[in-house]
């Protein structure tokens, strides 16, 4: 399995397949620091203010939940309630 470095991972949009939005760029992870294995990709929540301002909130997607990490997207399958 080839390993990707953070900063590459952060340049990755993120789009979900469920219903084809663009939930943005990974802007942290949870992981296990002794053992480095990834649990989750964090990205902002949706914008407020007809997108003038962004939200407090982050959308925490499980590991299990990406699908395929490309050249230039990263792939998730996610049920979005809003």
Known sequence: MATV???DLKRKEV?????GACLGCISDLEMDAPTGAV???IVPGPPRLWG?????????IPYN???KIGDD?????ILLSL
């Open 39 to 41: 649990y989750a990709i």
């Open 5 to 7: 470095n953070f900063s």
């Open 73 to 77: 997207v990263i792939l998730v399958d």
């Open 52 to 60: 003038l301002m962004r939200s407090d909130e982050e959308l925490v």
């Open 15 to 19: 789009i979900n397949l469920s219903d």
């Open 65 to 67: 939940k990406i699908k």
